[in-house]
């Protein structure tokens, strides 16, 4: 039987918000590529939504949409509820019923599972079904696949983590612009990083549900929120930030989850972090998450922390462990190379000649002033345009200069000519010395 | 049935070497965490090594020790067998027989599957068994799950990744003490970073081999390791390591694969990136691999790329992966929260008044003179070693001074403590403003 004979995955979502809206984008726009890593194909075929209209005017005909979330979760047809709807009263009922009816579920709702989730994944486990959550903590990170699966051979020592993109961008502003807290949020809520009522998020109570997540995921221990210390971003004064700063430190909001000899420690607060390490270094609404363990030693993941379709990648991700997972035609889930065997293809690999990077260019010149119109020159004939161009001393030869020059993307064979043509310039001695540059943003 | 009533998975090991030993200390180190997880004992039943009296003197004599690795391909009460033997030969052959004799297959050997991976991949899912490999690219990472499982919604845009740990540490030397190539090679091999025959790593061969796999996993393209464009940095001069610093930019061996217009381009090779990007803050034998893909961004996975139990806490993931998807009683494979459901146990939750952090104090100061050898006193009698201190300008108020106090890793009672102490002098004005502080490596 061929795998794409396989019944597709029947989704039914609660809520087309933010979320739900790049889970519908991203699967649509995806589709292919989504079922040939998966051999299943996923089908939105119903979604909960309070204006029917509105929605109707955002997704295809086939969608079913309904106003009253119940009938998605009571309904025969569904495999996986998706739930995006937000909150923990009605969200908590749905997914309990969702249980009940034995499907599967899918939610980025930390909330809900920080306060309700030993009820929720206690329901499940009675059930024999699975409540996957990739999308409640770190959203677009892997995480919680890293700790459930990634690092399963450890003892985890610590985790520590920038789990809350509106804290970290508040955070970098201080330090860059040297604005109080007041102002860099103000800025946050009109750029859309923090929400129009922040407190969840610079009182430390989101990053502290998401803490709780990550904790028993690494130490095995029960879902406790209310045993987390959580201090936010509110008190700390902008004369702090910059005094770290001084000193060599940055001001992060960390959610750390540590075993120490008595147990265990659960806390959210500011932390000062060496400028040096690599939690300094994520900027802005980012997030990222250190784990260190005693075999793997310490590992980090690093990526976006809120966003419509980077909550969707990990929804989707937890959607495509279900088809596999479900998929009765393999005896393992995951193909060797990420896509179903027959769906490898071939595509044609660029000769180096033709690919493009930037370059970094050394020459080393005599003459100075009457070598460098003739380097311009050249790299204008040869169409190597000039990004920068530094003239720096020779470190091993006074009577030389190093000109370096840094270009615009070029393909290689473009470059070669260039520089054949710079080598021939008798004022040019020896080689000139090529190493590629790349952006990677 | 209770799940630990399940058969041990049964495993033979080929080889005794770092990773064979690494794989075995851990296994046996970490046996009931892993049990926990996996809800499935491991059992190391059979190893294959070269000198049976060293072999007899390492492991427990449960474990049964064979001259020849053909007897633990062969063996019927094998269920995985774990290939850390090395090399492509017989590595191959041995493989090849496992997966003819239907049993799984776990290996860190990289160089086998960039060079027989095709024929190994296709065996296998002839069989219906796994080959899995998440330790043979940047051990410690889990980046094969990242990208198999955790981004499956995504197309992939780019790969970037210093994936070898020995020419990391190079160019980090390099850029950091100015010296030559040879240099830092010579200083790298009397330090165990890299071999005695460097050639595999320092030509780039290594890093091409893994990037073969990364390229697989992102894009759905058969493995063509011959395709790859590969430069490695034994031309890279020290001077124009130290160039390209100053203005701004480091020098990286990258792994880079890449879909373009026209299809994919996969190249090792030296690139300058900004001084001030991630990847530029990997240093030492640190690997990280970045992917751009088009739901999730920019995401990042940092950790050890070398390291005996490094790799062993991938080739034990691969083994709990095995042994989770093989269980029959669990509709699905990996647990809510990591654990098994009976596993997850309480741990005590410390107080924060308990927990011990690094601080750093900001105490605003009338008559700096006068109060610092009180403040100095009061600390030291309460108990609060100083890190540093700092004496700075008050940038609101020219009669203060800003007092910045690092401290020793302290309870926050003895804390609170000592900052009443301080609050009471007459000279520091208003509060002592406190902000936590972890080293977190």
Redesign the interface.
């Known amino acids: 039987m061929p795998l794409h004979a396989l019944a597709p995955l029947r989704i039914g979502m609660l809520g087309l918000g933010t979320v739900g809206m790049?889970t519908y984008t991203?699967?649509q726009?995806?589709a292919e590529?989504?079922e040939?890593?998966?051999g299943r194909r996923m089908e939105i075929a119903m979604v909960a939504v309070r204006n029917l209209a509105r929605a109707a005017s955002l997704v295809d005909d086939d969608v079913e949409l309904v106003d009253d979330p119940f009938l998605v979760v009571n309904h025969p047809g569904i495999d996986v509820v998706v739930e995006v709807i937000g909150g923990t009263t009605i969200a908590r009922d749905l997914v309990l019923q969702a249980i009940a009816n034995g499907k599967h579920v899918v939610t980025a709702n930390k909330a809900l599972l920080a306060v309700h989730?030993t009820e929720i994944?206690?329901a499940?486990?009675a059930q024999?079904?699975?409540?996957a959550y990739?999308g409640a903590v770190a959203v677009?990170?892997?995480i919680i696949?890293?700790?459930?699966?990634?690092?399963?051979?450890?003892?985890i020592e610590?985790i520590?983590g920038i789990i809350n993109g509106t804290t970290n961008y508040i955070l970098s502003e201080m330090k860059d612009k040297g604005v109080s807290f007041a102002d860099a949020l103000a800025d946050a809520q009109a750029k859309g990083y923090a929400e129009a009522d922040p407190a969840f998020d610079v009182e430390g109570v989101d990053a502290a549900h998401k803490l709780t997540l990550l904790a028993?995921?690494?130490?095995?221990?029960?879902?406790?929120f209310d045993?987390v210390?959580v201090e936010g971003i509110t008190q700390?004064?902008a004369?702090?930030v910059?005094?770290?700063e001084?000193?060599g430190?940055r001001?992060k909001l960390?959610g750390?989850a540590r075993?120490?000899p008595?147990?265990?420690?659960?806390?959210v607060?500011?932390?000062?972090?060496?400028a040096?390490?690599?939690?300094a270094?994520v900027h802005g609404s980012m997030n990222a998450v250190?784990v260190?363990?005693?075999?793997?030693?310490?590992?980090?993941?690093?990526?976006?922390g809120a966003?419509s379709?980077?909550t969707?990648?990990?929804?989707?991700?937890d959607l495509?462990?279900?088809a596999r997972?479900?998929s009765l035609v393999?005896?393992?889930?995951?193909?060797?190379?990420?896509?179903q065997?027959h769906?490898?293809?071939?595509?044609?690999?660029?000769a180096?000649d033709?690919?493009e990077?930037?370059y970094?260019l050394?020459l080393d010149v005599a003459s100075l002033s009457r070598t460098l119109p003739k380097i311009l020159g050249h790299l204008a004939q040869a169409d190597v345009r000039v990004q920068?161009l530094?003239v720096?001393e020779h470190?091993?030869d006074a009577q030389l200069n190093?000109v370096?020059v840094?270009t615009d993307f070029t393909q290689l064979r473009v470059l070669r000519g260039a520089i054949a043509g710079l080598e021939a310039l008798p004022t040019v001695m020896g080689f000139v010395?090529s190493?590629?540059?790349?952006?990677?943003?």
Not at 262 to 267: K, T, V
């Open positions: 790049g991203v699967l726009r995806n590529v989504i040939a890593r998966t989730g994944f206690a499940a486990q024999g079904v699975v409540v990739e677009s990170i892997p696949k890293a700790l459930r699966e990634g690092l399963t051979a450890n003892h610590w520590a028993s995921n690494a130490f095995g221990v029960p879902i406790q045993k210390h700390l004064d004369a702090d910059a005094f770290a001084r000193l430190y001001v960390l750390i075993r120490n008595q147990g265990l420690e659960l806390r607060h500011p932390t000062l972090v060496a040096e390490h690599l939690l270094q250190m260190k363990s005693d075999a793997a030693g310490v590992t980090m993941y690093y990526g976006a966003g379709e980077q969707a990648s990990a929804v989707i991700a495509v462990d279900l997972s479900s393999q005896r393992h889930r995951v193909p060797s190379l990420a896509f065997h769906a490898i293809v071939e595509l044609p690999v660029a180096i033709d690919v990077t930037a970094y050394r920068q530094e720096l470190p091993d190093a370096v840094l010395r190493i590629r540059m790349e952006r990677l943003v």
